[in-house]
């Protein structure tokens, strides 16, 4: 009986101290939303009736007209701000009152997360984030520029081999092994080809350390919020102990054999290694371009020499190297996807962008450089309007490290006291998609970042790297990196929705970050820009090279003129078009597949043709030596080149659309 009674009081008892404390909003003259018992507002999310970003929209759309109110993670009260003022004023203005993020892991826990920039506080978050800036300037991102842009290419490439006018691919997955591959060589030091080698350790463990629907990530995330005390007793990492260790050994390993053998590379670890050695230049100067509009700006502290560590130890640098890791595969692979959807689902932006990265191959001879890349003034644009409309960071947070108070601006207001340990919420993905700061939101509009109208922006709301001195240090890498590879993936590929491309995207929500419900299945269609080879009998002999839409209309046009069908010979035979192609296909002194295309069989004799069909033929030839040194003034033309046998045109109608259909599909190289 007693035991009973006893159970009931402490019940009661508990639910009148859970019950007061999501109140504490309340009590200080706050404005909250109403939160579930022990869950807070973050019961739709635990349910899985609602997603991270449909979650932090609905909160912020709560609180309309709102300056701020509060929100409950789970029985922990939070201060959700909506006014951009405000937002300059705690992260930037009032900034030491606010230095720090909300603690995730426990260094003594999990040293490899711990001791990260991203987790570090105080003086010890200074000392790193001053260490570390020099790595992270314009000059150090040129420094890695021709690193980063091989893997680019070793990405097309794969694709380029593949026997298919369009390879269907899941972009979550590809774009993830390209990031994983360029920070292994840009990070890490070696390289790696994960698109080849499936398997590979380096991807298979990055692809677990940032697998947001496994059951013990969402549950470690989960305890860090609720029992954040429980789990720094029991000593609970974020990270499994395998994937510590892979990283402890091959960083060790990688700064022996340097040491050793005096290997240097242009890579982050020869960046750290300056540091520890405290050798690092200062060498920003603003003489070159930044990487775009969305990069942040480093504040005093990153740029203060004096907090500098005087020694980085192997920890420290390993624990440094694999948080970019940790945010860099997961941050630019999940922006690459975004990017990718919106091109494939907007035609027109994407066509603009192609034509923006065809007049830079052509300005740069297809070699493309550090600065013809950040002066991609349309690229940088639709990766800004990606950023807006699709942020990595869903919202981001401080933490109050000296007593604060937020001073009343309207009637209703009243003055709010933060004290130490007091968390501020900033939603980052409401405030992106705020019809007052972006008309029509849901519209993928690159034009919001055009010279003139991103003047118009509202400052502090767009902020997809963060805002203030814990901004994101890598923003810079992050967007080269991106903006390469879809440099190199357009000037190859059109990318195209598929069967399997879910439009709309649905977010899934199993997920703690933002992804899609159904993935980001896609098409790369081969852009048709093989080399077209026309022998032209008659008169004069010559042929040359030149793009096959730019004349397609012409080509069509003369093979369907009278007279000309009967001097066509075509061919059936698969195995002998197979043979004439790999042999009449060969790489010109760039590097350029010269793949040639046979107009006919046997010479034409030109007196058995009409005369309309003579002058035709002569204008195609001038039309082609015109456009093509046009296009590519600084290639050799190849005269006297020979065709022997025409390659299997579908059908014998003379039309030049089958022809090229099959002729492209046999090897699948282009240009």
């Known amino acids: 009986m007693w035991i009973f009674i006893v159970t009931g009081v402490l019940m009661v008892f508990g639910y009148l101290i859970l019950n007061r404390r999501q109140n504490h909003w309340t009590r200080k003259g706050v404005p909250q939303l109403k939160p579930t018992f022990i869950f807070g507002n973050f019961w739709p999310l635990i349910v899985r009736k609602l997603s991270s970003p449909e979650l932090v929209q609905r909160m912020y759309n709560s609180g309309k007209d709102l300056r701020y109110f509060g929100i409950y993670q789970f029985l922990r009260p939070a201060l959700m701000l909506r006014d951009p003022e405000l937002i300059k004023q705690i992260t930037v203005k009032d900034f030491e009152h606010f230095l720090d993020h909300v603690g995730f892991i426990d260094p003594e826990a999990d040293p490899l997360f711990g001791k990260n920039l991203f987790a570090l506080r105080g003086m010890q978050w200074r000392e790193m984030r001053s260490t570390l800036s020099p790595s992270f300037t314009s000059n150090k991102m040129k420094y890695m520029f021709s690193l980063m842009s091989q893997n680019g290419e070793q990405f097309v490439n794969h694709f380029l081999q593949k026997n298919e006018d369009v390879i269907e691919v899941e972009m979550k997955d590809v774009t993830s092994r390209f990031a994983n591959d360029v920070i292994a060589s840009t990070v890490f030091g ?112 990153g740029k ?101 108070t937020i001073e009343p601006k309207t009637p209703d207001e009243k003055p709010v006291h933060l004290n130490k340990g007091d968390m501020v919420f900033i939603p980052v993905y409401g405030i992106q998609r705020d019809p007052q700061y972006y008309p029509e939101p849901e519209r993928f509009d690159p034009e919001r970042f055009s010279d003139e109208n ?108 009278e007279g000309m069908d009967n001097n066509v010979n075509f061919t059936t035979d698969d195995e002998a078009c197979e043979i004439s192609f790999v042999t009449t296909t060969k790489r010109d002194p760039d590097g350029r597949f010269l793949v040639a295309l046979p107009v006919k069989t046997r010479p034409l004799d030109i007196g058995q043709s009409k005369r309309t069909a003579i002058n035709q033929f002569k204008s195609l030839e001038a039309t082609a030596v015109r456009e093509y040194t046009g296009l590519f003034p600084n290639h050799r033309l190849l005269d006297q080149h020979v065709f022997r046998r025409l390659l299997h045109p579908a059908k014998e109608d003379g039309s030049f659309q089958p022809m090229r259909k099959a002729v492209l599909g046999l090897h699948g190289l282009y240009a």
């Open 190 to 301: 070696f390289e790696c080809d994960s698109l080849k080698e499936t398997h590979n350790e380096f991807y298979t463990l990055g692809k677990v350390a940032t697998d947001f629907t496994n059951l013990r990530t969402v549950l470690v995330f989960m305890g860090n919020i609720v029992l954040p005390k429980l789990l720094k007793f029991f000593k609970v990492g974020f990270f499994p102990k395998k994937m510590t260790s892979f990283f402890e050994r091959i960083i060790k390993e990688n700064i022996e054999s340097r040491e050793k053998h005096g290997v240097k590379r242009s890579d982050m670890i020869e960046l750290l290694l300056e540091a520890r050695k405290n050798k690092h230049n200062d060498d920003d100067h603003g003489d070159l371009p930044d990487t775009g509009f969305a990069t942040v700006e480093e504040s005093e502290i």
């Open 304 to 404: 203060n020499q004096k907090l500098r560590k005087c020694e980085l130890t192997d920890e420290d640098i390993t624990a440094q190297a694999f948080v970019f890791f940790f945010a860099g595969f997961e941050t630019v692979s999940s922006l690459s996807c975004f990017i990718a959807y919106e091109l494939a689902v907007n035609q027109e932006i994407q066509e603009k962008l192609r034509n923006e990265v065809d007049a830079t191959n052509e300005k740069c001879s297809e070699q493309i450089t550090y600065e013809a890349l950040t002066t991609m003034k349309y690229m940088d644009m639709v990766v800004s309007e990606t950023l807006r409309k699709w942020p990595n960071a869903i919202a981001t947070d401080r933490i109050c490290t000296k007593s604060y």
């Open 454 to 561: 991103k003047k118009k922006i509202k400052p502090y709301t767009f902020f997809p790297f963060g805002s203030g001195p814990r901004n994101c240090i890598g923003s810079r890498f992050a967007l080269m990196e991106v903006k390469l590879l879809f440099y190199n993936i357009l000037s190859n590929f059109e990318i195209i929705a598929t069967e399997k491309t879910q439009i709309p995207i649905r977010f899934s929500k199993k997920a703690i970050n933002m992804a899609s419900e159904k993935g980001f299945w896609l098409g790369l269609q081969r852009r048709v820009k093989t080399a077209v080879g026309l022998q032209c009998q008659g008169p004069r002999e010559n042929s040359c090279l030149l793009s096959t839409n730019s004349l397609e209309h012409q080509m069509s046009k003369f093979w369907e003129l």
